[in-house]
């Protein structure tokens, strides 16, 4: 079983719209918690880092995170369509002296001009 | 600022040869990640190392091995390549501890990937 789930969508918003991506973690050890975005045939590019519970805001983005419900998600307002991409939800765990990474399978974003 | 350098960012083979992809991290980052990407997949992670040790291991075949060196570049090795190889191959790295001018945030920072077709 996968252990960071996301919803591979497509998720169409309108341009100028809000877009709302989430994902769910198993591990309950987990620390810290990125956001990437990754267009097609590029390398994953960091949009967002999360460490605390509650919201961080940076921009358009922001990124919300309970570590109770082991869940974090992210906003991002007022959708363009260059924010067209996949986003991936990464969880990483401080574990015996290194880190362990694991990725979501990433949502699929389509903003419709 | 210095980015992570893979090479080379294409690499076509055939069947059954050799592949060596190669990653220099940023300086000073300890921690470096190999990554494969099928078409239409999310990363899957292959292997990573910390202070030039293996730190952990994922889905990486055993036609596939890897290392990192004294100057803390690492190589991938691919041999026996089969069809299935074909992907993008990407090394992340990230940097642990508390430096005097930053601290550990486990950020991953990934180079351009290296694109493999097999024939």
């Known amino acids: 079983q996968k252990e960071v789930e996301q919803n591979s969508g497509p998720l169409s918003v309108p341009e100028g719209a809000i877009a709302s991506l989430n994902c769910t973690y198993s591990?309950?050890?987990?620390?810290?918690f990125f956001w990437y975005r990754q267009y097609s045939g590029k390398s994953p590019e960091l949009i967002m880092s999360?460490?605390?519970?509650g919201d961080k805001e940076d921009g358009r983005f922001t990124a919300q995170l309970n570590k109770a419900s082991q869940y974090v998600s992210l906003l991002i307002r007022d959708s363009q369509p260059s924010d067209s991409a996949t986003y991936l939800c990464a969880v990483n765990e401080d574990s015996g002296g290194y880190q362990k990474v694991t990725f979501g399978t990433g949502t699929k974003l389509q903003v419709i001009p | 600022a210095a980015g992570v350098i893979q090479s080379p960012r294409h690499l076509i083979k055939e069947k059954r040869e050799t592949a060596t992809l190669k990653c220099y991290p940023i300086?000073?980052?300890?921690?470096v990640y190999w990554y494969q990407q099928g078409p239409g997949q999310d990363p899957q992670f292959l292997i990573s190392?910390?202070?030039?040790?293996?730190?952990d291991k994922g889905s990486i075949p055993d036609r596939f091995s890897a290392q990192q060196f004294s100057d803390y570049h690492s190589e991938l090795n691919m041999s026996s390549l089969e069809l299935g190889d074909s992907a993008l191959y990407f090394c992340?790295?990230?940097?642990?501890?508390?430096?005097?001018?930053?601290?550990?945030?486990?950020?991953?920072?990934f180079g351009e990937g290296s694109r493999l077709t097999v024939l």
């Open positions: 591990d309950r050890g987990s620390q810290s």
């Open positions: 300086p000073r980052h300890d921690t």
């Open positions: 999360i460490y605390s519970n």
């Open positions: 992340a790295s990230s940097a642990r501890g508390v430096f005097p001018d930053f601290i550990y945030t486990g950020e991953l920072f």
């Open positions: 190392f910390y202070e030039k040790m293996q730190s």
